[in-house]
């Protein structure tokens, strides 16, 4: 029925058209001879296609622009005839003969316009006349049309400053002139009514009539001669009454709205306190948020837009003004849905930081405001308010770009209270977001405290909600923002740093500590390993166990930051994550290494030997553990003989127990560097090195004659050349137990390999072999004693 409605108005436009293009055709013909009567008939009969009841206001304003067009040629031609001696009062009164009375009208409007400019009678009795004429028009949509018409013909002739027509009459009056009707006419459009399965259709039209409504009342508000004085005395208290007489709640609202967006902003400042005394006594169900929130919106880009204005808002006390208004009208509307409430308070906030933005105590007094409204309410299920809600919590952020000034704020901790879980981790990331942008510094455990209740959705599950009804990408996407925001709590510059205590500084971490540990096993993955990181940051700061750069005040030794890490790691085996506390380990035990702490290094280590032989059992997972123990290990210098013989014992003998022979081959050779250590003379025992590389040759050996027996084939010789250029890395660095002979027993062995029938073709270690000779050719091709020392080998 829809469609067939709307191809019926199509079809009745265009006949609309049609009769009108054909009118203003004779029309046309008539205005070429002169003949002043045929254009009036045909220009009447034209008009007359404006006087249907079909078209909605989209559809009419088509048809009415065409009649426009062709009533400003009309125009002209009524000029010229004045011009030829036409008297312009006759063709005035000729008009009114006109048989229908909105063609009549339309007419006498258009002669009306040529009247005036003439001057032959006082401007203010014809425009008088127009209006109370065009009052004979009821039809809302034919009547505002009508009344758009004449403010487009007569704002050239409107006693504007420095305008001909100044003094005729005053700008009060013809503001009032033109403005009292169509402010009575707009009230009308609650007229239209009709069956209740059309509401949305009428609601569509009155919404379409509005903007016209709100067009005219701009052009008239453009009169220049309408100052401050007259606007507050005599043309805001008309306007309003015309307003809360009307009783109509839609007519209400789009007016209120209309005043807010066509008079200046420093009209609205001037007279506040008029125009929101207007606010409660218009009908419970105007939807008072919307137009408030405008005006609101309005007057905060206007004190935005130059520090000058500020001034003007302390005057009048803004803020104060604006905060009991509100407060009246929720008080007043006690079944304002929490979605009104709290866009209002969402729009005052706004306005008082950008007023106000030294005033901490305005905005913390609108979010107590808040709290207040949403006690009554529990968790907010609605989605529109929850979104006010972001948008309120966000203002102070964009507006301060500083967490640390929006903690100063004791209610906006309360109102995060109210939201649901889903809500809270959105507030949270854009919290932290906030952070990161800005570099923000927090620089006390308590704003840490505050920060971390204020994310707390990010940090643990609120209101019982099941982690695995979280998508998966979310849930580590806001667990990596917590941990980068952990890293930004320790700041870089080391000189900043050392105006803190280090007292204070530890207290930091222990109170992230307390909040990431009620996370649980799902989060403490993402979390600790930051924290670690940062305490470690404090360690090197702290240099060593007796130095302290921070003189008497400081409190805070590198052992007892070690000891809280040790308490914190050992969360992990409850998750489990034995490889990620493997990997913590090592790093703390090398902290401690660089602190000259050798038996919180040995602990550490011992702790880290302990997770690969009781919880590492995959057999990957022991091969990267390995190395990383090998790795860390070979760089610490901090242990004695005894210490590192025990550990290095044990790296060794782990290397030789891995599940395949190639990851004990591997390891093993790995372990050749721990007894070789270049920058340290004490640690360089040759011999065992080359135990080492013997035993990794036995065990690539044995890997060959294993996939001999499995496969028929020795496999790759990639062992043998990786022994090979470990043998070359000892030789250089002047290990003694590698020789030349050692070097070229080894390349003749996987000579042989490669030749022998057995041999499985590998392209890559072959290129891998034949560069490491290439290499041996370069080095005997130096010279010198690099060349001497290569030059027994025979490639």
Not at 230 to 256: F, G, H, S, W
Not at 606 to 633: M, P
């Amino acid at each position: 029925m829809m469609v067939d409605g709307v191809e019926d108005e199509e079809k009745w436009l265009a006949a609309g058209i049609a009769g009108l293009q054909q009118n203003a055709f004779y029309m046309h013909r008539a205005l070429d001879s002169n003949n002043l009567r045929d254009a009036l008939k045909y220009s009447a009969q034209m008009l007359s296609e404006l006087r249907t009841s079909k078209l909605s206001p989209q559809k009419y304003y088509q048809l009415y622009m065409r009649a426009f067009d062709e009533l400003r040629k009309l125009e002209m031609f009524f000029k010229e005839e004045t011009r030829r001696g036409c008297s312009i009062i006759d063709l005035y009164e000729l008009v009114q003969h006109a048989g229908n009375i909105l063609p009549r009208l339309y007419l006498l409007c258009t002669v009306g316009s040529v009247y005036i400019k003439s001057k032959e009678a006082p401007a203010k009795d014809v425009l008088k006349d127009l209006v109370e004429m065009c009052r004979g028009i009821q039809h809302p949509v034919r009547g505002l049309f009508l009344r758009s018409y004449l403010s487009q013909i007569s704002r050239d002739k409107l006693p504007d400053i420095g305008s001909e027509y100044e003094g005729c009459y005053t700008a009060c009056e013809s503001f009032i002139l033109l403005a009292d009707p169509e402010l009575r006419l707009a009230v009308g459009l609650s007229g239209l009514q009709g069956p209740a399965r059309e509401k949305d259709k009428r609601e569509k039209e009155r919404s379409e009539l509005r903007d016209l409504v709100g067009k005219n009342l701009h052009v008239l508000s453009q009169i220049e001669g309408v100052d401050l004085d007259m606007y507050k005395e005599t043309v805001l208290p008309r306007v309003l009454e015309q307003v809360v007489n009307c009783k109509d709640e839609i007519a209400q609202c789009y007016l209120m709205d209309c005043i807010i967006q066509v008079f200046p902003d420093e009209y609205h400042l001037q007279t506040l306190e008029i125009l929101l005394g207007a606010f409660p006594q218009l009908q419970p169900s105007v939807d008072i948020k919307t137009v408030l929130s405008r005006l609101m919106e309005r007057l905060s880009n206007y004190a935005a837009s130059s520090t000058e204005v500020l001034p003007e808002f302390l005057q009048v006390e803004a803020f104060s003004k604006l905060n009991n208004a509100i407060g009246k009208v929720i008080e007043a509307q006690a079944d304002m849905p929490i979605l009104g409430a709290v866009t209002l308070y969402s729009s005052l906030l706004t306005f008082t930081l950008h007023v106000h933005p030294d005033r901490l105590d305005y905005a913390d007094q609108v979010l107590g405001a808040c709290v207040k409204k949403l006690s009554g309410e529990g968790k907010l299920e609605d989605n529109r308010a929850t979104k006010q809600i972001v948008a309120l919590l966000s203002a102070p952020l964009d507006k301060y770009n500083d967490i640390v000034t929006v903690l100063k704020l004791s209610n906006y901790p309360s109102v995060m209270e109210y939201v649901d879980s889903e809500t809270n981790k959105v507030m949270a990331m854009v919290i932290i977001q906030s952070i990161m942008k800005n570099n923000t510094q927090i620089s006390t455990a308590d704003k840490v405290g505050a920060l971390f209740e204020l994310i707390k959705g990010l940090i643990r599950d609120l209101d019982g909600a099941a982690h695995d009804q979280v998508d998966e990408d979310d849930f580590k996407e806001e667990q990596n923002s917590v941990a980068r925001l952990i890293q930004m709590l320790q700041n870089d510059d080391t000189e900043e740093m050392f105006k803190l205590n280090t007292l204070n500084m530890l207290q930091i971490i222990c109170t992230v500590r307390k909040h990431i540990l009620t996370g649980g096993p799902k989060r403490l993955p993402f979390t600790v390993p930051p924290l670690v990181f940062s305490s470690l940051k404090l360690v090197r700061q702290l240099q060593g166990p007796e130095e302290n750069p921070f003189g008497e005040e400081g409190s805070t030794t590198p052992k007892k930051v070690f000891q809280l890490l040790n308490q914190t790691i050992e969360t992990l085996y409850g998750v489990p994550a034995p490889e990620l506390a493997l990997r913590l380990y090592l790093q703390c035990a090398e902290a401690a290494n660089d602190s000259d702490l050798e038996p919180v290094a040995y602990e550490f280590f011992t702790q880290a030997y302990i997770l690969y032989e009781e919880e590492i059992s995959d057999s990957r997972a022991q091969v990267t553990a390995i190395h990383l123990i090998i790795g860390t290990l070979q760089r610490m210098h901090v242990f004695g003989v005894e210490n590192r013989d025990t550990l290095t014992h044990k790296a060794t003998g782990y290397s030789a127990k891995l599940l395949k022979k190639p990851d004990q081959c591997r390891a093993v050779y790995a372990c050749s560097h721990l007894f070789w250590v270049d920058d340290q003379d004490n640690m360089k025992d040759g011999e065992r090195v080359l135990l080492c590389l013997k035993r990794a040759l036995r065990i690539a050996n044995a890997a060959q004659q294993m996939s001999n027996a499995t496969r028929g084939s020795t496999g790759s010789v990639t062992l043998f050349v990786e022994i090979l250029n470990k043998y070359l890395y000892f030789f250089e660095k002047g290990n003694t137990q590698i020789n030349a002979a050692a070097i070229q027993s080894l390349i003749e062995l996987i000579t042989a390999e490669m030749q022998s029938e057995s041999n499985s073709p590998d392209p890559a270690a072959d290129a891998f072999f034949a560069s490491t000779l290439r290499y041996i050719q370069f080095q005997k091709q130096k010279g010198g004693a690099v060349g001497e020392k290569y030059e027994p080998i025979k490639v």
